[in-house]
């Protein structure tokens, strides 16, 4: 029989702290439930002592979600884990997640402790949180660069003081494969009481080697991993969620454990992280890449249609792929509306929400005739980035002509009262940017301009993606429109209030 493989999913903390992409409460619980509905067993929902912002998300996410365990991350220090156990008070299933560092560069140059010390604190630690829930776990920081005696050492005194998962670390993404797998399984040989927790992996992508070093660690013995949604985190990102579970459920020759995810629900989550946060998912990306299931060789193409498996090992259906058809035009419904949102994973708050968003969706019902999956979801990204906006696209004129400057003339509303400028410059979506910067005076420097559609055809969603930085602070932004320029103010302007709204932002790393 197959052991359970635990799904700890870390998109709402450790993805986070990918630069630009912190999130709202409100973005954090969308999320969150589409997690749930995927049937992820734990969802790191953030780092409660980081942030007021943060404690709220935590909470909320806490008091939202029903069948997953909510986990907030503590450092190993009273306030921490008090923090963490007053936001998770309204869970159903509450763990702390507790970590301290263990390798030899962290303990002599970051916490400037002693061995003995960094032991005594874990130990404490552990038994703080005992105090708020029975499912603790523990991870001994930069694990892949430590001591392997100190760390049997360190566990086995967390375990012993209540810890119920150790998780192994790869903090800087240092190890390879058979390396990590290797010491996976060897902490759980010399360890005395590693019976008594399940072990987990935590790999990050620097060297681009976190799924590989995470499946390592499941052959070895792991039965939790640690991802985010598309490999989103700081740096260059975290094990992926959907490679994981793909590979186990495809290699189950290999593989003597599985996982509960609904994987008919990845797709879906993937864009919805995607057009939160603002990180485009790059086409060739496995599993959730638009070209993840395309094949374009004649030779592989005269395979796949004679017989499926000859090129492809998953089944494009059972990761959502099939989602991708018309579903509603110009003459559906309001009820049609919601329940096809509903079955995408989308509730809303409110009628007043509900209302809007059928709103827009009549007005891009009459620009384009077929509406997909996809055009629903950047619609409904749209309408809740709207509900928080300080400032607001009123009207956007631009003349171009052949051989001329473009000339772009804007209408913003902030904060309820109108005001207008104009700009011209050499292309249309420069002189919109630059009408816009004029007249707020904001000090913006843009880092990334993207361009992408979001279903097929000439009168397509166009989703416009830009980063600007402001004060040291890398901040993105997203707008949908089947005009381009138009989406191009959108997302600039999201970015921008995204600006405004710093204090909204739930995030700022320790």
């Known amino acids: 029989m197959s052991d359970k493989l635990i799904i700890f999913d870390t998109t709402l903390r450790d993805g986070e702290q990918s630069p630009g992409a912190s999130m709202t409460k409100d973005e954090k619980v969308r999320i969150a439930k589409v997690l749930e509905k995927m049937r992820v067993d734990v969802i790191e929902a953030g780092f409660a002592i980081a942030s007021p912002g943060d404690f709220e998300a935590v909470q909320a ?3 939202t979600i029903k069948d997953s365990t909510i986990c907030s991350l503590a450092r190993a220090l009273d306030k ?8 998770l008070k309204g869970a159903n299933s509450a763990r702390i997640h507790t970590f ?3 390798s030899d560069i962290h303990m002599k140059m970051k916490l400037q402790m002693t061995p003995d010390q960094v032991v005594e604190q874990a130990v404490r630690a552990v038994k703080r949180a ?4 029975d499912d603790v776990e523990f991870s ?3 694990a892949g660069r430590s001591d392997e005696d100190f760390l049997c050492r360190v566990i086995e005194k967390a375990i012993n003081a209540g810890a119920t998962t150790i998780n192994i670390p790869d903090t800087v993404g240092y190890n390879i494969p058979h390396q990590f797998g290797a010491t996976i399984k060897s902490l759980i040989e010399r360890i005395p009481n590693s019976d008594k927790a399940v072990f987990s992996a935590h790999c990050h992508n620097d060297l681009g080697l976190a799924v590989a070093n995470s499946l390592s660690a499941v052959l070895n013995g792991a039965r939790q991993v640690e991802c985010t949604i598309n490999g989103l985190g700081e740096r260059a990102g975290n094990t992926a969620l959907e490679e994981i579970v793909m590979a186990v459920r495809t290699r189950q020759d290999e593989f003597n454990c599985d996982t509960n995810i609904d994987a008919t629900h990845i797709l879906s989550a993937s864009r919805l992280v995607s057009s939160v946060t603002g990180f485009i998912v790059q086409p060739n990306k496995a599993i959730v890449g638009a070209n993840a299931f395309a094949h374009e060789a004649g030779i592989h193409q005269d395979g796949v249609l004679k017989h499926r498996e000859t090129y492809e090992i998953m089944r494009a259906e059972d990761v959502g792929w099939n989602a991708n058809k018309l579903v509603m035009g110009k003459h559906s419904g309001r009820n049609a509306f919601k329940a096809r949102l509903v079955e995408l994973g989308v509730e809303f708050d409110s009628e007043e929400s509900l209302n809007d968003a059928f709103r827009r969706f009549k007005e891009l019902a009459d620009k384009k005739h077929e509406i997909f999956d996809e055009d629903l979801q950047a619609l409904v990204s749209e309408t809740q980035v709207v509900e928080s906006e300080h400032i607001k696209l009123v009207s956007l004129k631009v003349t171009c002509e052949t051989g001329e400057k473009n000339q772009a003339m804007v209408v913003l509303s902030v904060d309820g009262t109108e005001k207008s400028m104009t700009a011209e410059t050499s292309g249309s979506v420069d002189a919109t940017f630059s009408a816009i910067n004029k007249l707020l ?3 913006v420097n ?11 055809g000439t009168d397509s969603l166009g989703e416009v993606n830009v980063r600007l930085e402001h004060n040291g602070r890398i901040i993105n932004g997203q707008g949908a429109d089947t005009d381009i320029v138009i989406a191009s103010a959108k997302a600039y302007l999201h970015a921008l209030n995204k600006v405004l709204a710093d204090t909204d932002r739930a995030h700022p790393q320790i």
């Open 130 to 133: 005992k105090k708020y829930t």
């Open 100 to 102: 301290i560092a263990t």
């Open 61 to 63: 996410v806490a008091n």
């Open 446 to 456: 843009l880092q990334l301009y993207s361009v992408s559609n979001v279903t097929q």
């Open 140 to 142: 001994p920081e930069d």
């Open 441 to 443: 005076d904001m000090q």
């Open 80 to 87: 921490d884990i008090d923090r963490a156990g007053e936001a």
